[in-house]
């Protein structure tokens, strides 16, 4: 936001060796970093990384249970509400350090309007947008039904309840990069327009990507 780095992502996803990611928590960074060099040192792949960060202070939880695979592939869920009869259901997606004014929108949703949310931390929109690609590009050529693969954003979606709402800390269009496989009502928040010079909060109020308008 204070760079005006809000297309840095859409730009790297144009280069086809370029693995991109956004995370939020050590845990996520870690294997990210692990991933990176057992592909570009030990198997010699002609890829290379980009992974953005912040210099916010926050606490960094432990790691989810079997969140590996969905580390590296784009998106996993962080936590699901334990809510009891909710009077709705809403699939809230967080990247980088604007997940965490995602988890903060959700309890505001159960505690003030009795909506229930799970809480998606997405890692990366570019690779989720190439394995949506190479998924249909796949079923394209494999067309009967027992050959067909499921892109990993309508895997981890297809099951759950409720719109479905995206916040980042860059412009809309990267997260509307996996549009085309949510499975329902999709609304993105992003960083477009000029970048300023404010403090974190001011900023992400004014960008309209805090938690207040996630809720």
């Known amino acids: 936001l204070q760079h005006e780095d809000g297309s840095s992502h859409l730009l790297f996803a144009t280069v086809p060796n370029c693995v991109a990611y956004d995370p939020c928590y050590g845990y996520e960074l870690a294997l990210i970093i692990e991933d ?6 030990e198997q010699q792949e002609d890829v290379f990384y980009y992974v953005t960060v912040m210099n916010e202070n926050y606490v960094h939880p432990g790691m989810p249970a079997g969140a590996e695979e969905g580390i590296l592939k784009g998106m ?14 809403a699939q809230l997606l967080g990247s980088g350090t604007i997940l965490r004014e995602v988890i903060a929108a959700a309890e505001l949703l159960e505690k003030d309007w009795g909506v229930a949310s799970d809480v998606w931390s997405v890692t990366s929109f570019t690779e989720l947008r190439r394995d949506g690609l190479s ?5 394209r050529f494999h067309p009967l039904p027992a050959d ?3 892109p990993w954003v309508e895997h981890c979606l297809g099951g759950t309840e409720g719109p ?5 800390d860059y412009m809309r269009a990267l ?4 549009r085309t496989w949510v499975p329902r009502r999709y609304v993105t928040l992003g960083t477009d ?3 300023r010079s404010d403090t974190r909060a001011a900023l992400r109020s004014f960008f309209e990507v805090d938690r207040h308008h996630v809720v």
């Open 36 to 41: 990176g060099a057992r592909r570009m040192l």
């Open 76 to 89: 996993y869920r962080l936590q699901t509400s334990a809510a009891k009869k909710p009077k709705a259901r």
């Open 135 to 139: 998924t249909e590009r796949h079923n």
């Open 148 to 150: 067909q693969k499921t």
């Open 164 to 168: 479905v709402i995206a916040a980042t």
């Open 175 to 178: 997260p509307d990069a996996i």
């Open 193 to 195: 327009g000029f970048g």
